[in-house]
């Protein structure tokens, strides 16, 4: 298990990731050009920022509007398992429709971000998945009008 001190990037480091997160697809011969360092040298940093999992995965972003998955839900949930037990988000990110379960303070156990097709496939969800969950209490349902900003880049420090 990789500490936090083992997580202390310099700037060579915080360079590289937002050039990554910029364009996962760039080149090791770019990234060193950019840098002005050897390529050997940027790939040894590369694997050494995946070995300490600060770069966790490279994918690539689709429209879901593309996939015909158009609605946009956050699900605020309560559950009987209590924070002591991960029944129930287990089961939620098991859900292929769930794209995040977030445990939260508050009235409510967890937020999830869902996308489905249209409203009949968001109640379905609800009905046959959600309902299958032993420990779910109750919900409350947000349906997104319009995303105005939505992205996962993180804000890398300029040091």
Partial sequence: MITETELVLDK????ILRLMQDN???SN???????????????E??????????????TARINPVA??????AFIFLKASDGPRC???AIALSKIPEVQEVH?????????????TYDSA?????????FGNIPNLLSTRTTIVLETVKEQQQLVIPQN
């Fill in 12 to 15: 060579t480091d915080l360079h």
């Fill in 24 to 26: 996962a697809r760039i």
């Fill in 29 to 43: 011969a770019d990234l060193a050009r950019e840098l002005g360092m050897a390529p050997s040298g940027v790939l």
């Fill in 45 to 58: 940093r590369v694997k050494k920022l995946e070995q300490k999992n600060v770069i966790q995965q490279y």
């Fill in 67 to 72: 996939l015909q998955q158009k609605m946009l």
């Fill in 86 to 88: 991960n029944d129930t």
């Fill in 103 to 115: 445990h939260v303070a508050g009235d409510y156990c967890y937020l999830v971000k869902v996308r």
């Fill in 121 to 129: 496939s968001l109640v379905h969800l609800m009905r046959n998945d």
